[in-house]
C-alpha cells in the first residue's frame, strides 16, 4: 500500500510517497476503514514519527561523506544535536486534520476514488494507492 501526498499548483511533493509499516498495514488490509478512522490512525503515526526524530535530533552524530554531499546539495549541513522541542498534542492534531479536511482544504483518494465524506466507507488492498491532496487557494483571493 502506497501512501503519497501532494500540493495541487506545486510540482514537487511535500513527502516522498511511502508506505505504511507491515504491522500497520496488517492492521487495515482487505478491511473496511471509516475516512475519519483513517486519518486519526495516519495523524497518530505521523505524531509518533515526529518525536522520534525530534529525539535523534538531540543527539549529536557524526556526518558521512554522504550526509556532507546530501547537505551541499540542499545548502544546509546539519550534524543536529538541537535542544528545541516543538510540542505536538496528538489530540489537537488528529482535530486540526479532521478539520481541515471538513473545510475543504485537503481531498483524500483511495485508488482513483475521491473519499468525499468523514464517514464515508472504503477498503484497502495490499496494492491501494492512497493519495491525499491539499489544495492552495489562489493568491488574493
Known amino acids: 500500500m502506497v501512501i503519497e501526498s501532494k500540493v495541487l499548483g506545486q510540482r514537487k511533493r511535500p513527502y516522498e510517497p511511502w508506505e505504511l509499516d507491515s504491522l500497520e498495514q496488517a492492521k487495515l488490509e482487505g478491511k473496511e476503514i471509516v475516512l475519519r478512522d483513517f486519518l486519526k490512525q495516519m495523524v497518530l503515526q505521523e505524531v509518533e514519527a515526529f518525536h522520534v526524530r525530534q529525539e535523534e535530533r538531540k543527539l549529536c552524530r557524526l556526518?558521512?561523506?554522504?550526509?556532507?554531499?546530501?547537505?551541499?546539495?540542499?545548502?544546509?549541513?546539519?550534524?543536529?544535536?538541537?535542544?528545541?522541542?516543538q510540542e505536538v498534542d496528538p489530540i489537537e492534531a488528529v482535530e486540526a486534520a479532521l478539520l481541515a479536511f471538513a473545510d475543504g482544504f485537503y481531498y483524500v483518494f483511495v485508488d482513483d476514488v475521491q473519499i468525499e465524506k468523514l464517514d464515508d466507507v472504503f477498503r484497502l488492498e495490499p496494492q491501494s494507492h492512497v493519495?491525499?491532496?491539499r489544495l492552495v487557494p489562489l493568491a488574493g483571493g
Do not use: P, Q, V, Y
Not at 551541499?72 to 546539519?78: F, L
Open 63 to 85: 556526518l558521512t561523506k554522504e550526509d556532507i554531499e546530501k547537505g551541499k546539495a540542499i545548502g544546509k549541513i546539519d550534524s543536529a544535536a538541537k535542544d528545541f522541542i
Open 131 to 133: 493519495l491525499f491532496l
